[in-house]
């Protein structure tokens, strides 16, 4: 059973913060890495992805990826009251289930005025 | 352009009756995946298309579960004898292709169903 873990939180930063999320999976196999948010009542929306190792920005958003640790890290900078989401970590399989993406259960990030 | 669509937004049955939920995906995706998210869960994986094919059923919880796919676009997600236990958000997404590691998967808006 693959399995991808993430702290439920939640986690509270200030607005202007750097707010951390993180999450470890169990496919050594895996390639490809997701970064989904979900505001409460509303579907998943992709907001990051990353194939290789070390960093990929974009905006306010770095992801971060160690293969070798099998951790990935999303970093969100200058925290916005609207970035108050459940974040979730989506893992790609390997091998014959290389369509199939297996999800963390989500960190709630709360940003505080 | 016009993402991922769903119908119905909700849906609200009584214990025992059929459901039928509907996902239109992106133009030109010929992948599509369902998926659950109950009260408190994660999503959970339940059917994947590649096409009109289904290459992988492995998460359908039970065998009043099924799917189809039909002109490799339109799918629709049929639960027969619903029970309570199937009380959900159901999540359709699509992506350009399946197998492989850059293919992004985009979520439609879900449907929730509730059985009472």
């Known amino acids: 059973q693959k399995e991808v873990e993430q702290n439920s939180g939640p986690l509270s930063v200030p607005e202007g913060a750097i707010a951390s999320l993180n999450c470890t999976y169990s496919d050594r196999g895996s390639q490809s890495f997701f970064w989904y948010r979900q505001y409460s009542g509303k579907s998943p929306e992709l907001i990051m992805s990353?194939?290789?190792?070390g960093d990929k920005e974009d905006g306010r958003f770095t992801a971060q990826l160690n293969k070798a640790s099998q951790y990935v890290s999303l970093l969100i900078r200058d925290s916005q009251p609207s970035d108050s989401a459940t974040y979730l970590c989506a893992v790609k399989g390997s091998g014959g289930s290389n369509y199939k993406l297996t999800f963390g259960k989500g960190t709630l990030l709360t940003v505080n005025p | 352009g016009a993402g991922v669509s769903q119908s119905p937004s909700n849906k609200v049955t009584e214990k025992g009756k059929d459901v039928e939920l509907r996902c239109d995906p992106i133009s030109g995706h010929t992948a599509l995946y369902w998926y659950r998210q109950s009260l408190g869960q994660g999503l959970e994986f339940l059917i994947y298309f590649q096409g009109n094919s289904a290459p992988d059923k492995s998460g359908l919880p039970s065998d009043r579960f099924s799917a189809e796919r039909t002109g490799g676009s339109v799918s629709t997600l049929t639960i027969q004898r619903t029970q309570q236990e199937d009380s959900a958000v159901y999540l359709c997404?699509?992506?350009?292709?399946?197998?492989?590691?850059?293919?992004?998967?985009?979520f439609g808006p879900g449907t929730r169903l509730t059985v009472t």
């Open positions: 997404a699509s992506s350009l292709e399946g197998s492989g590691r850059t293919y992004e998967q985009y």
């Open positions: 990353i194939y290789s190792n």
